[in-house]
């Protein structure tokens, strides 16, 4: 097994697999992922807040890494609502630190 934590895996195949969300403007970056409980939380903002096609992207995004990570067994994807986001960023530019929206992080 890889000494790699999950959270640094989680962000690796999001680089990888999710390049499309960069492109159009969005952006992402995991803020949990906990091996013990195999819950990952991925945060989306930029361009993804008030997208129509969001929460097909979180969709997509929950059921191709609960196939892809052995170790993941819920997922959540949250979308702000303003889309606001800081300077810092995560591993391959994507993330910052987003605002949070006032929705539950499971309205998907």
Not at 33 to 46: I, K
Not at 60 to 89: A, C, L, W, Y
């Given at each position: 097994?890889?000494?790699?934590?999950?959270?640094?895996?989680?962000?690796?195949?999001?680089?990888?697999?999710?390049?499309?969300?960069?492109?159009h403007?969005?952006?992402?970056?995991?803020?949990?992922?906990?091996p013990?409980?195999?819950?990952?939380?991925?945060?989306?903002?930029?361009?993804?807040?008030?997208?129509?096609?969001?929460?097909?992207t979180?969709?997509?995004?929950?059921?191709?890494?609960?196939?892809?990570?052995?170790d993941?067994?819920?997922?959540?994807?949250?979308?702000?609502?303003?889309?606001?986001?800081?300077?810092?960023?995560?591993?391959?530019?994507?993330?910052g630190?987003?605002?949070?929206?006032?929705?539950?992080?499971?309205?998907?």
């Amino acid at each position: 097994m890889s000494q790699e934590s999950l959270k640094e895996r989680v962000e690796t195949w999001m680089t990888g697999q999710m390049p499309i969300i960069q492109m159009h403007g969005g952006r992402s970056v995991v803020r949990e992922a906990d091996p013990d409980t195999g819950t990952v939380s991925v945060e989306l903002g930029g361009a993804c807040a008030g997208c129509g096609i969001s929460d097909l992207t979180a969709q997509n995004i929950k059921r191709d890494m609960i196939m892809e990570f052995d170790d993941v067994d819920e997922v959540h994807v949250i979308v702000p609502s303003t889309g606001e986001q800081g300077d810092s960023t995560v591993e391959g530019g994507r993330g910052g630190e987003l605002q949070h929206a006032t929705e539950h992080p499971n309205h998907f």
